[in-house]
């Protein structure tokens, strides 16, 4: 985060010990990175970014190590069709519903004073609740159910690199480049019970909704960049980081069930491995009467695009964006890196998908009502993360703050 970067960067313009900077930078930094993974939420699929604090904490000595987690939060209900909140769903009860709990260990090791490489895996347990899903209990009743998922997502490694020499005392802040690859480790076909939707009205085994699966099938990589620069009297610092996740393949292997219904949704069997991104900007302040604390606040944007960058946009998706207001805290004291952000969502938008022009087309539907998808947003999210520090053998001073 930039938290991090900016307690690290004041040391050094203090004349102080490195060690004591870098701690501090890890504050700076953790304001960056906290809220991450490439995340729009609810049934906007994307996979879990609480580990995007590890491009953050990054702000490493050769030999030097973090160690922690990340924990994302929210609950998705709110169902918009492009911008426009179709809010007679919660009040009819028709709405989806979506809790993802999701957690993220995470280890960074300093390969130079410069470089450092992140290893993320994430793990997830997700509810999803509707009516829709399911069919209408023995008594003929639309009864709610809801079907969950857990386990081991898709892992990350990435590299980074700060542009700027870390230990230089003259600079007014930094800026870092990385690249990282996504292996397809979690499960993408992940299966549940399904009730009264058999043949006979008996409940079934069959994959659940892509919003809580637990990985997207494939392949991936990524390009990131974050940076501070202070502003002005050593306690107010810009900071900005960048993230955007490649995935050239199309679909995923396993056929995905026609909806029953929906027969427009017939030639969509399977769902569509999509690219992510995220944009993150702001302010962070850090008060000399609260020594190793920051406050911050800024804006993040994330989404899924509706055509990725490689390959082919084949299958089913639920493109979508989220722009949100940012505040948080971060804390550092000792060896230990604390941090909470609570991003409110100010505009959320289901963009049309390809195949949603491609239905269009075929069948354009009454006048002035396009074929257009909708999908389930939450109005916050929370992101908690924490850090340990632990320092080379080569270095005397064992704490940052």
Same mark, same amino acid.
């Given at each position: ?9 004041? #040391?050094? $313009? ?23 993974? +490439?995340?729009? !939420? ?12 590890? %491009? ?9 190590? $973090? ?21 007679? /769903? ?10 993802? =709990?999701?957690? @993220? ?7 130079? @004073?410069?470089?450092? +490489?992140?290893?993320?895996? &994430?793990?997830?347990?997700?509810? /999803? ?18 079907? =969950? ?5 898709? *892992? /990350?490694?990435?590299? @980074? ?17 990385? +690249?990282? *690859? ?30 809580? !699966? ?10 990131? #960049? ?45 769902? #569509? ?6 944009? /993150? ?22 989404? *899924? ?8 946009? =084949? ?27 609570? &991003? ?33 947003? %939450? ?17 005397? @001073?064992? =704490?940052?703050?």
């Amino acid at each position: 985060m930039a938290v991090l970067w900016i307690f690290a960067f004041k #040391s050094i $313009q203090m004349k102080k010990h490195y060690y004591s900077a870098i701690l501090t930078a890890a504050v700076s930094l953790l304001a960056v990175t906290t809220s991450g993974d +490439a995340q729009a !939420q609810g049934c906007v699929a994307i996979r879990s970014m609480t580990g995007e604090v590890a %491009s953050g904490n990054n702000l490493l000595m050769k030999g030097d190590m $973090q160690v922690g987690f990340g924990y994302r939060f929210f609950h998705s209900y709110k169902h918009f069709r492009g911008p426009h909140e179709e809010s007679y /769903r919660v009040g009819e009860g028709t709405d989806v519903r979506n809790d993802v =709990n999701a957690f @993220d260990l995470l280890y960074t090791y300093g390969i130079t @004073d410069r470089w450092n +490489a992140t290893l993320d895996i &994430p793990y997830t347990f997700n509810w /999803r609740s509707s009516k829709y899903e399911h069919g209408n209990a023995p008594n003929g009743v639309d009864v709610r159910r809801s079907t =969950n998922s857990h386990g081991i997502g898709d *892992i /990350r490694l990435q590299f @980074d690199r700060w542009m700027i020499d870390p230990n230089s005392s003259d600079a007014n802040g930094n800026f870092s480049l990385g +690249a990282g *690859i996504k292996l397809p480790t979690g499960n993408f076909a992940y299966q549940d019970t399904f009730y009264y939707r058999g043949d006979e009205g008996e409940n079934i085994l069959k994959e659940v909704d892509q919003s809580i !699966q637990l990985g997207d099938g494939g392949w991936g990589f990524s390009l990131q #960049s974050q940076g501070f620069a202070k502003l002005e009297s050593d306690i107010f610092f810009a900071y900005y980081s960048i993230y955007y996740l490649f995935t050239p393949g199309d679909t995923l292997s396993w056929e995905k069930r026609v909806d029953k219904i929906d027969a427009a949704n017939e030639p969509a069997v399977n769902y #569509s491995i999509s690219d992510q991104f995220l944009v /993150r900007g702001g302010v962070t302040y850090t008060p000399t009467s609260w020594s190793g604390s920051a406050i911050n606040l800024g804006f993040r944007f994330e989404g *899924i695009p509706v055509e990725d960058v490689f390959g082919e946009t =084949n299958g089913r998706r639920r493109p979508g964006k989220v722009f949100s207001v940012d505040p948080g805290v971060t804390y550092v004291t000792g060896n230990h890196i604390f941090s909470l952000n609570v &991003p409110v969502a100010l505009y959320r938008n289901r963009t049309q998908s390809v195949q949603d022009i491609e239905r269009q087309q075929i069948d354009p539907g009454p006048s002035g009502d396009p074929r257009w998808g909708d999908a389930a947003f %939450s109005d916050y999210t929370i992101f908690f993360n924490y850090g340990f520090r632990i320092f080379g053998k080569s270095h005397g @001073d064992h =704490n940052m703050m």
